[in-house]
Protein backbone atom coordinates (compact mmCIF):
# COMPACT_ATOMS: atom_id res chain seq x y z
CA UNK A 1 0.00 0.00 0.00
CA UNK A 2 1.23 3.36 -0.66
CA UNK A 3 1.99 5.44 2.08
CA UNK A 4 3.15 9.45 2.24
CA UNK A 5 4.78 10.99 5.11
CA UNK A 6 5.29 14.25 6.36
CA UNK A 7 7.64 14.42 9.13
CA UNK A 8 7.20 18.40 10.43
CA UNK A 9 3.38 18.11 12.35
CA UNK A 10 3.85 22.36 12.78
CA UNK A 11 5.95 24.69 10.92
CA UNK A 12 6.32 29.01 11.51
CA UNK A 13 7.97 31.72 9.13
CA UNK A 14 8.09 35.05 9.01
CA UNK A 15 5.98 36.87 6.84
CA UNK A 16 7.64 37.68 3.34
CA UNK A 17 10.02 34.87 4.10
CA UNK A 18 10.27 31.89 2.62
CA UNK A 19 9.67 28.15 4.03
CA UNK A 20 9.78 24.51 2.45
CA UNK A 21 7.38 21.75 4.07
CA UNK A 22 8.72 18.25 3.31
CA UNK A 23 6.81 14.80 2.04
CA UNK A 24 8.25 11.63 1.22
CA UNK A 25 6.00 8.63 -0.30
CA UNK A 26 6.32 5.45 -0.91
CA UNK A 27 5.29 3.14 -3.74
CA UNK A 28 6.09 0.59 -6.18
CA UNK A 29 4.07 2.47 -9.41
CA UNK A 30 5.78 4.32 -11.91
CA UNK A 31 2.57 6.14 -12.94
CA UNK A 32 1.31 8.48 -10.14
CA UNK A 33 0.03 11.95 -9.10
CA UNK A 34 1.34 14.13 -6.27
CA UNK A 35 -0.70 16.87 -4.90
CA UNK A 36 -0.14 19.32 -2.36
CA UNK A 37 -3.39 20.51 -0.63
CA UNK A 38 -4.01 23.59 1.73
CA UNK A 39 -6.79 23.47 4.36
CA UNK A 40 -7.38 26.81 5.93
CA UNK A 41 -9.59 27.52 9.27
CA UNK A 42 -12.46 27.33 6.75
CA UNK A 43 -11.98 23.98 5.93
CA UNK A 44 -12.39 23.74 2.69
CA UNK A 45 -9.52 21.55 0.75
CA UNK A 46 -7.96 23.57 -1.81
CA UNK A 47 -5.88 22.18 -4.71
CA UNK A 48 -2.22 24.70 -3.67
CA UNK A 49 -0.35 22.51 -6.66
CA UNK A 50 0.24 18.87 -8.51
CA UNK A 51 2.99 16.99 -10.61
CA UNK A 52 3.00 14.18 -12.68
CA UNK A 53 5.39 11.92 -11.64
CA UNK A 54 6.30 11.28 -15.33
CA UNK A 55 7.11 14.69 -15.83
CA UNK A 56 10.53 15.86 -14.25
CA UNK A 57 10.34 19.58 -14.66
CA UNK A 58 9.31 20.65 -10.96
CA UNK A 59 5.71 22.06 -11.23
CA UNK A 60 5.40 25.71 -9.74
CA UNK A 61 2.44 28.20 -9.46
CA UNK A 62 2.79 31.36 -8.67
CA UNK A 63 4.65 31.65 -5.34
CA UNK A 64 4.53 28.08 -4.78
CA UNK A 65 6.77 25.52 -5.89
CA UNK A 66 7.90 21.78 -5.72
CA UNK A 67 10.99 20.01 -5.80
CA UNK A 68 10.15 16.43 -7.02
CA UNK A 69 13.02 13.94 -6.62
CA UNK A 70 11.35 10.83 -7.99
CA UNK A 71 14.77 8.21 -6.83
CA UNK A 72 14.45 9.61 -3.53
CA UNK A 73 10.41 9.82 -3.34
CA UNK A 74 10.27 12.63 -2.15
CA UNK A 75 8.44 15.90 -2.98
CA UNK A 76 8.18 19.44 -1.02
CA UNK A 77 6.79 22.32 -1.23
CA UNK A 78 8.63 25.50 -1.18
CA UNK A 79 6.51 28.77 -0.40
CA UNK A 80 8.13 31.94 -1.01
CA UNK A 81 7.16 35.13 0.07
CA UNK A 82 4.92 34.08 2.29
CA UNK A 83 1.56 36.04 3.38
CA UNK A 84 -0.87 35.69 6.15
CA UNK A 85 -3.33 34.19 4.13
CA UNK A 86 -1.18 30.99 3.72
CA UNK A 87 -1.11 30.14 7.26
CA UNK A 88 -3.64 26.44 6.89
CA UNK A 89 -2.70 22.95 7.19
CA UNK A 90 -0.41 21.57 4.56
CA UNK A 91 -1.13 18.09 2.70
CA UNK A 92 0.82 16.19 0.94
CA UNK A 93 -0.89 13.35 -1.33
CA UNK A 94 -0.58 10.58 -3.61
CA UNK A 95 -2.82 9.51 -6.33
CA UNK A 96 -2.08 6.61 -8.90
CA UNK A 97 -2.11 6.56 -12.67
CA UNK A 98 -3.24 4.62 -15.21
CA UNK A 99 -6.79 3.74 -15.81
CA UNK A 100 -7.63 0.93 -13.30
CA UNK A 101 -11.12 0.86 -11.89
CA UNK A 102 -11.15 1.30 -8.04
CA UNK A 103 -7.77 2.56 -7.96
CA UNK A 104 -9.29 6.47 -7.23
CA UNK A 105 -8.21 6.94 -4.31
CA UNK A 106 -6.16 9.41 -2.61
CA UNK A 107 -3.69 9.11 -0.22
CA UNK A 108 -3.13 12.12 2.21
CA UNK A 109 -0.34 12.50 4.60
CA UNK A 110 -0.47 13.64 8.24
CA UNK A 111 -0.37 17.35 7.10
CA UNK A 112 1.69 20.23 8.55
CA UNK A 113 0.30 23.14 10.18
CA UNK A 114 2.05 26.53 8.33
CA UNK A 115 1.69 29.66 10.99
CA UNK A 116 2.27 32.98 9.07
CA UNK A 117 4.16 35.12 11.80
CA UNK A 118 3.60 39.16 11.06
CA UNK B 1 -18.69 25.88 -12.60
CA UNK B 2 -15.86 24.46 -10.68
CA UNK B 3 -17.82 23.83 -7.13
CA UNK B 4 -18.39 20.84 -5.16
CA UNK B 5 -21.78 21.61 -3.02
CA UNK B 6 -22.59 19.89 0.35
CA UNK B 7 -25.48 20.54 2.39
CA UNK B 8 -25.80 20.59 5.11
CA UNK B 9 -23.08 22.26 6.44
CA UNK B 10 -23.66 21.81 9.96
CA UNK B 11 -25.79 19.02 11.43
CA UNK B 12 -26.56 17.65 15.40
CA UNK B 13 -28.39 14.20 15.43
CA UNK B 14 -28.87 12.09 17.95
CA UNK B 15 -28.20 8.22 18.14
CA UNK B 16 -31.47 7.07 17.02
CA UNK B 17 -32.19 9.38 14.43
CA UNK B 18 -31.74 8.98 10.51
CA UNK B 19 -29.96 11.76 8.28
CA UNK B 20 -28.66 12.47 5.21
CA UNK B 21 -25.53 14.27 3.60
CA UNK B 22 -26.02 15.28 0.21
CA UNK B 23 -23.15 16.05 -2.70
CA UNK B 24 -23.75 17.97 -5.88
CA UNK B 25 -21.19 18.51 -9.08
CA UNK B 26 -21.49 19.48 -11.92
CA UNK B 27 -18.17 19.64 -13.62
CA UNK B 28 -18.57 16.58 -15.34
CA UNK B 29 -16.58 14.56 -13.30
CA UNK B 30 -17.59 10.71 -13.06
CA UNK B 31 -15.86 9.73 -9.52
CA UNK B 32 -17.02 10.93 -6.60
CA UNK B 33 -15.71 10.50 -2.69
CA UNK B 34 -16.67 10.49 0.45
CA UNK B 35 -14.35 10.83 3.35
CA UNK B 36 -14.32 11.50 6.98
CA UNK B 37 -11.94 14.19 8.66
CA UNK B 38 -11.33 14.05 12.60
CA UNK B 39 -9.95 17.29 14.10
CA UNK B 40 -6.01 17.98 13.30
CA UNK B 41 -5.66 14.69 11.22
CA UNK B 42 -5.93 13.76 7.60
CA UNK B 43 -9.06 12.89 5.52
CA UNK B 44 -9.52 9.20 5.78
CA UNK B 45 -11.48 7.48 2.84
CA UNK B 46 -14.75 6.01 3.16
CA UNK B 47 -16.38 5.58 -0.37
CA UNK B 48 -15.56 5.71 -4.18
CA UNK B 49 -18.13 5.77 -6.58
CA UNK B 50 -16.77 5.46 -10.22
CA UNK B 51 -19.51 5.68 -12.97
CA UNK B 52 -22.17 5.66 -10.47
CA UNK B 53 -21.39 2.52 -8.68
CA UNK B 54 -19.39 1.73 -5.76
CA UNK B 55 -16.00 0.56 -6.76
CA UNK B 56 -14.42 1.15 -3.01
CA UNK B 57 -15.95 0.86 0.56
CA UNK B 58 -13.22 0.81 3.11
CA UNK B 59 -14.30 -1.53 5.44
CA UNK B 60 -16.69 1.39 6.87
CA UNK B 61 -19.78 0.35 9.57
CA UNK B 62 -22.80 -0.72 8.08
CA UNK B 63 -24.55 2.71 9.60
CA UNK B 64 -22.64 4.44 6.83
CA UNK B 65 -24.65 3.78 3.74
CA UNK B 66 -23.49 5.70 0.60
CA UNK B 67 -25.59 6.18 -2.76
CA UNK B 68 -25.12 7.40 -6.09
CA UNK B 69 -28.54 8.46 -7.98
CA UNK B 70 -26.80 9.94 -11.16
CA UNK B 71 -23.70 11.37 -11.95
CA UNK B 72 -23.82 14.94 -10.19
CA UNK B 73 -25.23 13.53 -6.68
CA UNK B 74 -23.55 11.55 -3.60
CA UNK B 75 -25.20 10.69 -0.66
CA UNK B 76 -24.58 9.85 2.08
CA UNK B 77 -27.05 7.90 4.64
CA UNK B 78 -26.68 8.36 8.54
CA UNK B 79 -28.63 5.43 10.49
CA UNK B 80 -27.82 4.74 14.15
CA UNK B 81 -24.34 6.62 14.78
CA UNK B 82 -22.26 6.90 17.53
CA UNK B 83 -20.67 9.66 19.41
CA UNK B 84 -17.37 9.04 17.76
CA UNK B 85 -18.70 9.51 14.64
CA UNK B 86 -19.23 13.15 15.04
CA UNK B 87 -16.48 14.42 12.35
CA UNK B 88 -16.24 15.97 9.26
CA UNK B 89 -17.43 14.65 6.50
CA UNK B 90 -15.93 16.06 3.04
CA UNK B 91 -17.25 15.17 -0.46
CA UNK B 92 -15.02 15.34 -3.53
CA UNK B 93 -15.01 14.71 -6.90
CA UNK B 94 -12.53 14.21 -9.97
CA UNK B 95 -12.13 12.39 -13.42
CA UNK B 96 -12.01 8.96 -13.73
CA UNK B 97 -8.47 6.91 -13.55
CA UNK B 98 -6.45 8.05 -16.31
CA UNK B 99 -8.52 10.72 -17.59
CA UNK B 100 -8.05 14.83 -16.40
CA UNK B 101 -4.87 15.83 -14.42
CA UNK B 102 -5.86 13.69 -11.46
CA UNK B 103 -6.68 16.02 -8.58
CA UNK B 104 -9.68 15.55 -6.51
CA UNK B 105 -11.99 19.11 -5.99
CA UNK B 106 -13.60 19.34 -2.36
CA UNK B 107 -16.42 20.22 -0.39
CA UNK B 108 -16.81 22.72 2.28
CA UNK B 109 -18.05 19.52 4.24
CA UNK B 110 -20.67 19.11 6.94
CA UNK B 111 -19.30 19.34 10.60
CA UNK B 112 -22.13 16.13 12.17
CA UNK B 113 -22.40 15.70 15.70
CA UNK B 114 -23.31 13.15 17.32
CA UNK B 115 -25.33 12.86 20.65
Known amino acids: AQTVTQSQPEMSVQEAETVTLSCTYDTSESDYYLFWYKQPPSRQMILVIR??????QNATENRFSVNFQKAAKSFSLKISDSQLGDAAMYFCAYREGGSNFGNEKLTFGTGTRLTIIP | DTEVTQTPKHLVMGMTNKKSLKCEQH?????MYWYKQKAKKPPELMFVYSYEKLSINESVPSRFSPECPNSSLLNLHLHALQPEDSALYLCASSQVQGKGTGELFFGEGSRLTVL
Open chain 1, 51 to 56: QEAYKQ
Open chain 2, 27 to 31: MGHRA
